[in-house]
C-alpha cells in the first residue's frame, strides 16, 4: 500500500471525521473514482481548501471541500512565510 501524501494538509482535515470516512468508502470499494482537488490562494503552497470527491457505486457523486487551515491568521501566516522564502531565491 503506498501512503504518500502529495498535498499540505492540516491534522484537521486529514485524520477522522468526514475525510476519513471518504477515504474509507474508496479503501472499502476498489476501483472506486475519486479525486482531490486543492485550492489555493495567494502564493502559498499550502493549499486554502480541499475538495474530495468519491463517485458512489450507485453513480452518486459525495463531495465536500474541507477548510485547510485552524485560523485566518494560520493561513495568513503560511502566506507570510512562503512569500519570504520566495524572497530569498
Given at each position: ?9 492540516t491534522?484537521?482535515v486529514n485524520?477522522g471525521?468526514l ?9 472499502e470499494?476498489?476501483?472506486?473514482y475519486f479525486f ?5 490562494a495567494?502564493l ?9 470527491g468519491v463517485l458512489r457505486?450507485?453513480s452518486t ?11 485566518i491568521?494560520?493561513?495568513?501566516m ?10 530569498r531565491?
Amino acid at each position: 500500500m503506498l501512503d504518500l501524501n502529495i498535498i499540505p494538509q492540516t491534522r484537521a482535515v486529514n485524520r477522522g471525521g468526514l475525510w476519513r470516512q471518504m477515504e474509507r468508502y474508496c479503501q472499502e470499494h476498489p476501483g472506486t473514482y475519486f479525486f482531490c482537488r486543492p485550492i489555493y490562494a495567494g502564493l502559498s503552497s499550502h493549499p486554502k481548501e480541499i475538495e474530495f470527491g468519491v463517485l458512489r457505486f450507485d453513480s452518486t457523486l459525495w463531495a465536500h471541500t474541507f477548510q485547510n487551515y485552524g485560523t485566518i491568521q494560520e493561513f495568513e501566516m503560511f502566506e507570510r512565510l512562503y512569500r519570504e522564502k520566495i524572497a530569498r531565491l
